[in-house]
Structure formats: C-alpha cells, structure tokens
C-alpha cells in the first residue's frame, strides 16, 4: 500500500512540474542589469546582464516622471513607460511602473491589454471612468468611476481602459508585475497591423460592411505608448 501511495505521489509530481516551470524563476542573485553588449555578458530573461561588479546607481534611476505629458492626440492621452527599456536594473526584478496623462473632457487611454502583467493603478488628478471586461464566455464589464486616491487593479491579459469624464487634465500612475509587460491596443492590433488582415476575416468577425472595414483599415491609428 505504500509503495501505491509513493508511485502516486510521484505521479502527481511528475504531471505538476511542468506548471512549476511555466512561469519566470525568481532571480538566483541581487540583480542582473540589462546591457546591450553581449560581449561580457550573461543571457537572462531576455536581455544580457552586466557583471555585477560594474553596476552603477544610474542603471537603477530614471528622472523626469513628474514633467506632463503632451496629450494633443487623437486619443488624447499619453503614456510614459519606466521599465527595463528605461531603467536596466529592472531586468529579471519583475516590475515596472509608467505615468498616464490624460487630456480633459474625454482623454482616453484606449482598449488595450498586458499580455505579462496585471496593473494596479493610482489616480492622483482629475476624475476616471476605467474598467476591464472578463473573458470569453462572460464578457462582463467591470468598472468604476475613480477620484485622487483611488486605486483600481486590472488583471494579467484582460482588455482595460481608461477615460477622463472630467473637465480638466487627470494623472495617474500604475505599477506593473512585469518588468517589459507589453501592450496590445486592441483598435490598432485588428485594424492597424502591418501587413493588414484580410477584410474579409474582419466583415465576418464584426459583422460589419466591408466598406466600413476597409475605412477603419485605411485610418492612422495613433499609439500613445
């Protein structure tokens, strides 16, 4: 019986450790600044590291996220990133953080969505309409109308926005579980892609005209990242 119960166990073992393995290992030393050079450096999560030895406090700093933005867009919002791109000591540490300037009456920070990373978001100016719709089958909406102070969270992949309902500029900034979470805004991904997806997939994914399909294709869609 218990020779049963250890080929069990080992069984059950065995089919859960490739869930172990799927997501990112937590890092095995302080930390790993990204370099562009690989030269002297060590592949990992998806940049070279600098020898540790060589690191400075400027590869863990970023200035400039108090300055606005300028939001005189078609969206009319602007997005400022800090993550591995900006501060390189943020490779394999798996956080980022970006400032979101909204314009007034209407700034809108499109559909979009983090393919590695759930966001928490802080208002600290103006009045938001933001929400995140579930997935398929549900679809439900889920939203909320926040003030300064408010924190809103929106979780790893699922379609989000925001939208300033009020009459003056708002601000906000957001942490991110990922340290290059990406972003799919969901306008210009279907409509905005190069090369173009043939119209035909999308009259019969929108149930549109082909026409109006053909409009929608042949627009500037405006990225505010």
Not at 18 to 28: G, I, N, Q, V
Not at 85 to 91: C, D, E, S, T, V
Not at 109 to 119: C, G, I, S, V
Request: positive net charge; contains cysteine; glycine residues 8%.
């Amino acid at each position: 019986m218990k020779s049963a119960h250890f080929i069990l166990a080992f069984c059950l073992l065995a089919l859960a450790s490739p869930l172990a393995y799927a997501s990112d290992p937590s890092p095995l030393q302080d930390f790993c600044v990204a370099i562009n050079d690989p030269k002297d450096g060590v592949f990992v999560n998806g940049k070279f590291c600098k020898d540790p030895k060589l690191a400075k406090a400027e590869d863990f700093y970023y200035s400039g996220l108090n300055i606005p933005r300028n939001t005189s867009n078609p969206v009319g919002s602007t997005v400022t990133p800090v993550n591995v791109a900006q501060i390189p000591g943020l490779n394999t540490l798996g956080i980022s953080l970006v400032r979101i300037d909204y314009a007034p009456n209407g700034g809108l920070n499109p559909p979009h969505t983090h393919p590695r990373a759930t966001e928490i978001l802080v208002v600290v100016e103006g009045t938001l309409y933001v929400g995140f719709v579930t997935s398929n089958t549900d679809n439900r909406l889920i939203a909320k109308v926040l003030y300064p102070g408010d924190v809103f969270v929106f979780p790893i992949g699922l379609i989000h926005f925001q939208f300033n309902v009020g009459k003056t500029k708002a601000v906000a900034f957001a942490g991110l579980s990922s340290q290059n979470p990406g972003v799919i805004t969901i306008a210009n991904a279907v409509f905005g892609p190069n090369p173009s997806i043939n119209p035909d997939i999308l009259v019969k994914a929108f149930q549109l005209d082909k026409n109006v399909v053909k409009k929608l294709q042949s627009k500037f869609w405006w990225g505010n990242n």
